[in-house]
């Protein structure tokens, strides 16, 4: 089922990993702080990740910080650094976004990240879908030969871009599309059926509200990974 329709799931932890790939998933996505739309997770989290689970099917999120993605020379050459560390432990992927001041795609970082990854599977995030012109910036990622592209078409969920993404897919040639942004399992056979090759979701719940938070601490709960949200998403993939 997943061989032809993809799941990837957005996870945090080894268990979030764990359970994912466990309810049917094909490939995760690891990050760290998912609420501010993921950073690069920890050295420590990716290995217990990738001890836990096969570590082809992981794709790391390497995303320096939050606030846009228009980033400094220094930034981008941490991102280049965390590709390495991600790769050299043995990820299968990494999934990264970079824009001009201008909105445009950022040619140069988005190179000299590519030169970092080396055979591993490289991913442009929804920073695509930031920019100044979606399009303009997909067709840019199609001839610079990134490997996947994730995005909503632009809109604040995938499921209000269908028509941009069924166009994306249409002429994504050899690049993989995979749409991501508030996708619910209701909202997977309509993906599909626009013609993206994979979806993306985080398939979260909170718990935890009962532990202390309050000053210091943020919000009351954390998200897991809920698996009965996987394997719905993953039916519907079916």
């Known amino acids: 089922m997943s061989a032809t329709h993809p799941v990837e799931i957005a996870v945090q932890d080894p268990a979030g990993a764990r359970a994912a790939i466990d309810a049917g998933a094909a490939r995760l996505e690891l990050c760290q702080a998912l609420d501010v739309g993921g950073l690069t997770p920890s050295l420590a989290t990716l290995e217990a990740v990738l001890a836990a689970v096969d570590p082809t ?4 999120l390497v995303r320096p910080r939050g606030g846009g993605f228009v980033y ?3 930034e981008v050459a941490l991102v280049s650094a965390d590709i390495r560390a991600c790769v050299g432990r043995g990820a299968g992927g990494v999934v990264v976004g970079a824009l001009t001041s201008a909105g ?3 040619v140069d970082a988005l190179e000299r990240w590519r030169d970092a990854a080396g055979p591993a599977t490289l991913v442009f995030h929804r920073a695509v879908d930031a920019a100044a012109d979606p399009s303009a ?4 990622l199609v001839a610079a030969g990134v490997d996947r592209v994730l995005t909503s078409g632009g809109a604040a969920r995938a499921i209000d871009g269908l028509a941009t993404l069924a166009a994306f897919a249409a002429r994504s040639g050899s690049v993989e599309v995979m749409a991501g ?3 619910q399992p209701a909202d997977i056979p309509a993906l599909f059926g626009a013609g993206v090759d994979a979806v993306h979701l985080s398939a979260r719940s909170r718990v935890g509200h009962d532990a202390p938070s309050g000053p210091g601490g943020g919000s009351a709960g954390h998200d897991v990974t809920d698996p009965a949200v996987v394997e719905q998403a993953v039916a519907a993939a079916g």
């Open 57 to 60: 099917v992981v794709n790391v």
């Open 181 to 183: 942004g508030g996708v």
């Open 72 to 74: 400094s020379p220094a």
């Open 104 to 106: 445009g795609l950022d």
């Open 137 to 140: 910036v997909f067709d840019a």
